[in-house]
């Protein structure tokens, strides 16, 4: 020690002094450090080494270090290793679909899990924002320059979560009037292709959706005592409209009515549904739009709980790729106005365009609200007939336990 005498002294007595009864009887001391017995060690079980020395400025290389691009940096490296952790999320789900193992309703709560674990982090993306407005146009004008051509159109791994989630290429809005995948190549484009031709999530939800309990004709048949019961209900409705007096507020009771009726007619229509199918106005089948309403409207019931909240966590993670999307735009716009963006896209009016119905996968689940009726319009089921709603289908031969779900 050196300087004050004061504190010299002060340190030497605290040095000396016996240590207390209370402290040496303190459970918060009573660990064991094990990392001094070896062993791998808090940064090289993180190759910390690699990540924090992934942040090369290129204001730096260029002789002019601009302090703000270290947070820009940083900030798409984050979304980059989050859009991994949700690949890694969403392949496992599909693998789950895939192999058959979702036939044993055990597995729907790991499925269930991990849809919400990508919710999560999704919502994490869209508030992530928020710190990298922090920096100003003109923050991010002294360093741009030093960015082109790289931009975020060039991100494989979004692109590769579109593909798999199932965003239609035939939707997609060109990226310069070109293929989306004209901007990747070799082994980058090759695994676009890939993701392409792999069973997107869209479509194995659809074929889940299909096998909803119920559906049966032979069974419970839901769907012909559904249409029964609307149309019964909107005849009844009918009847009630013109037992009254005539005025303006039957015409516009009569008119709502039609529109109703017309509603419904299209939803029974198979054919018409297979129109809006090939128009892209429609992503499930018809099949699977049914379970998915009978989902809705039964979500009380024990076996459609957890299939309900599944249906729920897809809407989740649609709303909040659009809510990114958005957040993107708006942040590009302040950022850099009507200028055209690094990789050479019109920027802000390309990025504009892609925040719409297109993009999102699961638009039916969304549109379900559309058909919405009185609850005693919904087919009544019976406990001591109708079993299939309170014994879920298990088989051992397909469930996979946490030690062999990956």
């Known amino acids: 020690m ?16 016996p240590p207390h009864p209370e402290e040496e009887n303190d459970a918060s001391q009573d660990g064991v450090n094990k990392a ?30 601009i302090h703000d691009e270290h947070l820009f940096i940083v900030t798409h490296q984050a979304y980059e290793l989050w859009f991994k952790q949700i690949l890694w999320e969403l392949d496992s789900v599909r693998e789950i679909f895939i192999s058959g193992h979702v036939r044993d309703e055990r597995n729907m ?34 360093f741009r320059e030093y960015l082109a051509p790289a931009s975020g159109f060039q991100s494989l791994q979004f692109r590769l979560l579109e593909n798999k989630i199932g965003v239609p290429d035939n939707l997609r809005v060109p990226y310069n009037r070109c293929h989306y995948r004209d901007n990747f190549k070799g082994h980058e484009n090759e695994l676009l292709i890939a993701t392409e031709q792999e069973p997107t999530l869209l479509k194995l939800v659809e ?24 149309f019964d209900g909107l005849q009844q409705e009918k009847d009630k409209i013109e037992e009254m007096q005539d005025s303006e507020d039957k015409n516009d009771l009569m008119e ?35 379970g998915a309403l009978m989902i809705y409207f ?13 249906l729920t966590s897809l809407m989740d993670i649609d709303t909040l790729m659009t809510k990114w999307r958005y957040n993107h735009v708006c942040m590009v716009h302040r950022m850099i106005g009507s200028k055209a963006g690094t990789g050479g896209s019109s920027g802000y009016h390309y990025l504009r365009s892609t925040v719409s119905d297109r993009y999102k996968v699961f638009v039916d689940l969304f549109n379900l609200a559309t058909f919405l009726v009185p609850r005693h319009w919904v087919p009544k089921l019976n ?15 397909s469930y996979c336990s946490s030690e062999d779900s990956d």
Not at 260 to 274: G, I, P, V
Not at 298 to 310: G, K
């Open 2 to 17: 050196s300087g004050c005498p004061y504190f010299e002294k002060r340190y030497l007595l605290f040095k000396n002094k």
């Open 36 to 65: 001094s017995k070896g062993g791998i060690m808090y940064g090289e079980y993180l190759q910390l080494d690699k990540v924090v020395t992934a942040q090369v400025l290129q204001s730096e290389v260029k002789g002019n270090k």
């Open 109 to 142: 709560l790991k499925v269930n899990t991990r849809i919400h674990r990508i919710v999560m982090i999704f919502r994490l993306l869209v508030d992530q924002f928020a710190v990298l407005e922090t920096m100003t146009a003109l923050d991010f004008f002294d």
């Open 207 to 230: 074929e889940w959706l299909e096998r909803t309990p119920g559906l049966e004709e032979d069974g419970f048949n839901f769907w012909e005592r559904l249409e029964t019961n609307i």
């Open 256 to 290: 709502e009515l039609a529109k109703q009726k017309e509603l419904f007619t299209s939803l029974f229509d198979e054919k018409r549904h297979d129109h809006l199918l090939s128009k892209g106005e429609r992503r499930l089948s018809y099949k699977a739009l049914q």
């Open 298 to 310: 039964y979500r009380e019931e024990p076996r459609f709980q957890v299939p309900f909240q599944l």
């Open 383 to 397: 406990p001591n007939v109708h079993t299939f709603l309170y014994t879920a289908e298990c088989c051992d031969s």
